[in-house]
């Protein structure tokens, strides 16, 4: 059987702050999962989001480093049905102190689009059809 694509693993800094993040984005995750080391949460379509503490990571990959100077080379995207959701998406989570790195603008490739960044500095897209 070929491998199939089931989840996205996220470390973070601070498991309440990032998880406070992404159930603004809608992600179903229960209140204990703050005080744990590891969270996960099924998203429609059946990929899972996963959240590791640095610590938790280490505990058995002692030598893990964050990428250097602040790169990340993954991005997240959620989609959202109208325009006018993705602007009040990203106005909510940046009142609410999330650094935003792009307002919503019309892409050329014909959506509705924003970006975000999550607590530790990962990218979060936002998007919709621009209709």
Avoid: C
């Avoid at 984005?25 to 379509?45: C, F, K, R, T, W």
């Avoid at 997240?76 to 009040?88: G, I, R, S, Y």
Wanted: net charge negative; aromatic share 10%; proline share 10%.
């Amino acid at each position: 059987m070929p491998a199939q694509f089931a989840a996205v693993g996220i470390v973070v800094d601070d498991m309440p702050r990032a998880l406070e993040f992404y159930r603004e984005l809608g992600v179903d995750l229960p209140p204990e999962s703050d005080g744990q080391p590891h969270a996960d949460a099924a998203l429609v379509g059946g990929v899972r989001l996963m959240f590791d503490t640095v610590e938790e990571i280490r505990s058995f990959d002692p030598d893990w480093q964050p990428p250097p100077n602040g790169l990340h080379r993954t991005e997240l995207a959620f989609e959202l049905d109208t325009p006018a959701e993705v602007d009040q998406l990203y106005d909510r989570l940046t009142s609410l102190g999330y650094h935003g790195h792009k307002e919503p603008w019309d892409a050329f490739w014909g959506q509705r689009y924003a970006i975000v960044h999550d607590p530790d500095g990962n990218g979060v897209s936002l998007f919709s059809p621009s209709t």
